[in-house]
């Protein structure tokens, strides 16, 4: 550990308003596509590559920072976490167009990931032992916390008829805050540096398993991620409030992450993954085909479905596959932030192809988006069908194994 007093409580703050900061702009920026698209004259599609920019961005900076951790260390990750999210929320307040979008949202996405490799070592060494696991899932509830609270704040800000840019500066807020915490302080850093062989986390990596996870990994982090950052543009003539959809899904998940563990207890680790796959493909299939109130009953056995997901993933890497060390956990988020971001484009083109052939149906206005936005949630019910396979697979090849309470996580 450096030398030094350690302020434990400034630290932790710290990493929760860089966690909030990455949940805002994660929210508010969903909530502005409808508003980026009508200014800038952009398609589906194009949304789609300014979504994939800001999900590949985080894997890209998360793996980088894992693998650098103690030789390049927190404090300086965290240092240029701050500058690329003030980089890339300026450049999109004072965007003119689509190139300087993709940019700046490929800069916040790197923030995003500098926070995500840096904090959780951060905690886990600051509350080293038994509080450890505590103060991570303290932590990791601050990502839906965070959305609830930007969900809430873009709808509220729309509705007084305040402008995107208005939006964005919202997110410098926590950015600032947790600059200002981290100043001066003397970082917590492990007196464990890279003892352990890389080559024996990347052999632990080819394994079976370990390869199965991944599979599953890249499936649940699009089911995850795919409805909720595109919510605003597919529900938005619905009848229901696409910012409500996505605050109560997010305010449900972090309710429920909060006792994950006597859920993962009570049905093991791959009976909450399959559970979890089932709800995620009912609560797509009703949002496909329901309107007004329904669509929120639609919403909470969607946020049930996907609440577990990425907790249960990584702790199963952690508990069922150990040898991987931290790089195995670094590399799985990874791959589900980096599928999430291919799919984004594949995900805008559908609701392109569906207002195409919708509109040659004759269907327009309110009507025609409330139809292309459910011909798209109608692909979007194969990721976690896909699950349900991949999840029943690997329940029985699991069987006799005894599973611990899973890791905190997104």
């Known amino acids: 550990m450096t030398n030094g007093k350690i302020n434990k409580s400034a630290l932790f703050a710290g990493s929760c308003f860089a966690l909030i900061t990455t949940a805002f702009t994660f929210s508010i920026r969903a909530g502005i596509l409808p508003q980026l698209a009508a200014q800038f004259n952009l398609t589906g599609e194009q949304l ?10 985080f894997p890209v900076s998360m793996i980088i920072g894992g693998l650098v951790y103690h030789s390049f260390g927190p404090k300086r990750i965290m240092q240029v976490a701050f500058v690329t999210h003030t980089i890339g929320i300026l450049m999109t307040i004072f965007s003119g167009g689509y190139v300087s979008l993709l940019a700046s949202t490929l800069f916040i996405g790197f923030g995003n990931g500098c926070t995500e490799a840096a904090c959780n070592p951060l905690i886990a060494d600051a509350f080293a032992g038994r509080d450890m696991n505590k103060m991570l899932n303290r932590f990791h509830m601050w990502f839906p916390g965070g959305i609830v609270i930007g969900s ?39 007196e464990e540096a890279a003892t352990s062989s890389l080559s024996r986390h990347f052999a632990a990596m080819l394994s079976p398993l370990y390869i199965f996870l991944f ?25 229901a409030s696409p910012m409500l959809i996505l605050a109560l899904t997010t305010g449900l998940m972090a309710v429920g992450r909060f006792f994950a563990g006597p859920v993962v207890r009570l049905l093991g680790q791959t009976g909450v993954l399959l559970t979890s796959a089932i709800l995620a493909t ?27 997901f ?16 931290a790089l195995g956990m670094s590399i799985i988020g990874g791959i589900g932030m980096f599928s999430t971001a291919i799919f984004q484009p594949f995900i805008g083109s559908w609701i392109d192809s569906a207002r195409t052939e919708k509109a040659a149906a004759g269907l327009t206005g309110g009507a025609l988006e409330l139809a292309a936005g459910q011909a798209t949630l109608v692909n979007m019910i194969a990721f976690p069908s896909i699950l349900i396979v991949l999840f029943t697979i690997l329940f029985f090849w699991q069987r006799k194994a005894t599973f611990a309470p899973a890791a905190a996580g997104h």
């Open 215 to 239: 599979i599953c990994m890249a499936f649940t982090a699009i089911t995850e991620f795919g409805p909720n950052q595109w919510v605003s543009v597919i529900m938005s003539n619905s009848g």
């Open 152 to 190: 809430l704040i873009s709808k509220l800000m729309t509705d007084l008829h305040l402008g995107w840019q208005a939006q964005m500066w919202v997110t410098m807020v926590p950015t600032i805050l947790y600059a200002v915490m981290f100043y001066g302080k003397t970082f917590v850093v492990s």
């Open 282 to 308: 009912i609560g797509i299939y009703m949002f496909s085909t329901v309107t007004g109130p329904l669509a929120y009953v639609a919403t909470v056995i969607f946020a049930l479905g996907v609440c577990y």
């Open 310 to 325: 990425w907790p249960v993933m990584v702790g199963t890497v952690a508990q069922r596959v150990p040898e991987s060390g």
């Open 48 to 57: 789609g590559f300014i979504n994939l920019m800001f999900f590949l961005g």
